[in-house]
């Protein structure tokens, strides 16, 4: 089940959608075109009475409001039907990120305060680039690029949190065994790694990052390969969908293109990868491209995280993909109401970090 703060925004983006006049009177109303359960409804809310999310959901309903009278969206037509995916995972190899779907054509991905592309596997990244398949491999991947790093700070960890009995090596750790290190890190206190265990954990971070680079770096030697991995990255699909949201300043509502519309706009340069181990293992990533009209030059940034998601050696690590370039600076990335600041474009007025 998703949480509060991406049910809100999902649902008051499909309720402004719905052509309601307002948040509360789409509430008031349950419009029909939006089909969600009777529990969904009572939960969207038992949030809103919450008060919490109030602000971020005014935003959402109005890009819904925007896309529904915009001319490249409903351009002023009441839609007869508008579906969530909530929960439910997307079939298919490579799946538009859609978390609405109006009238079975229109896909919009709602991206309120996130600037996280995918999380995936390490090796699913590094090593598949991202393409369909159906053999993903899903390592541990701290132990295999790095297994003399990864088990020297395996074993600092078992020393300093005092627990015997447990396997040499963190291949071995059951499930019990695992809860039982995950305690123990959070009983020694803090989410983050002990001052204790600092020197061990860096010299795996710079492995990691380093072997990492590597590897993407060996599965990104052709040119055409490269391209095909940013439209990935960047989650360019075979069909054009919409994304509407909110970053730390203002509204964001864009077309996303296809790979056959961005040829026509841009031409590729490069995609360049390098180790940047930050407090843990990391790898940025610099996209060069051009402008065929006008023949400028740009570029768009992000970087990988790869970490522990259940606290060190419980569980695989995954690797979180960032755009660190501005939504609508992105290549591909078409903003509905034009690059400049205008009436449409809302600068953000309030705060949103305690939504």
């Not at 994304?243 to 995609?271: C, H, K, N, Y």
């Not at 407090?279 to 768009?300: F, I, K, L, M």
Request: charged share 25%; glycine share 10%.
């Amino acid at each position: 089940m998703p949480d509060d703060r991406t049910t809100i925004t999902e649902l008051a983006t499909a309720l402004g959608v719905t052509g309601a006049g307002s948040l509360r009177e789409a509430l008031a109303g349950r419009p029909g075109n939006l089909d969600i359960e009777g529990e969904s409804w009572e939960r969207l809310e038992r949030i809103l009475a919450a008060g919490k999310h109030a602000r971020i959901a005014l935003a959402a309903f109005a890009n819904g409001a925007f896309f529904a009278g915009h001319p490249a969206g409903l351009d002023g037509r009441t839609p007869r039907l508008i579906e969530w995916s909530g929960d439910r995972r997307i079939p298919g190899d490579q799946a538009i990120p859609a978390d609405l779907l109006v009238d079975r054509v229109y896909m919009i991905s709602c991206k309120y305060l996130s600037q996280i592309l995918h999380n995936t596997a390490p090796a699913r990244l590094f090593e598949e680039i991202l393409a369909p398949s159906s053999q993903a491999r899903h390592p541990d991947w701290f132990a295999e690029l790095a297994p003399r790093q990864h088990l020297a700070l395996y074993r600092g960890a078992l020393k300093l949190l005092g627990l015997d009995g447990m396997p040499d090596t963190p291949g071995w750790l059951d499930s019990t065994q695992r809860a039982r290190l995950r305690t123990a890190f959070r009983t020694h206190g803090g989410r983050g790694m002990p001052g204790e265990l600092r020197k061990p954990y860096d010299a795996l971070i710079d492995a990691v990052s380093t072997v990492s680079a590597e590897r993407w770096q060996e599965a990104l030697r052709e040119p055409a390969q490269q391209e095909r991995v940013l439209w990935r990255l960047l989650r360019i699909y075979s069909s054009t969908y919409y994304i509407l949201g909110i970053d730390r300043r203002r509204t964001m509502r864009l077309r996303v293109m296809t790979p056959w519309e961005w040829r026509q706009a841009f031409e590729f340069r490069s995609l360049r990868v390098e180790p940047d181990g930050r407090g843990q293992p990391r790898v940025n990533w610099t996209a060069r491209y051009r402008e065929r009209a006008g023949g400028e030059r740009g570029e768009v940034r992000g970087h990988v995280e790869i970490r522990w998601s259940h606290r060190p050696f419980c569980g695989p690590p995954e690797a979180k993909i960032y755009l660190d370039t501005r939504h609508d600076e992105v290549p591909g990335y078409v903003p509905l109401d034009g690059r400049a600041a205008d009436p449409g474009h809302e600068q953000l007025s309030f705060p949103l970090n305690g939504d």
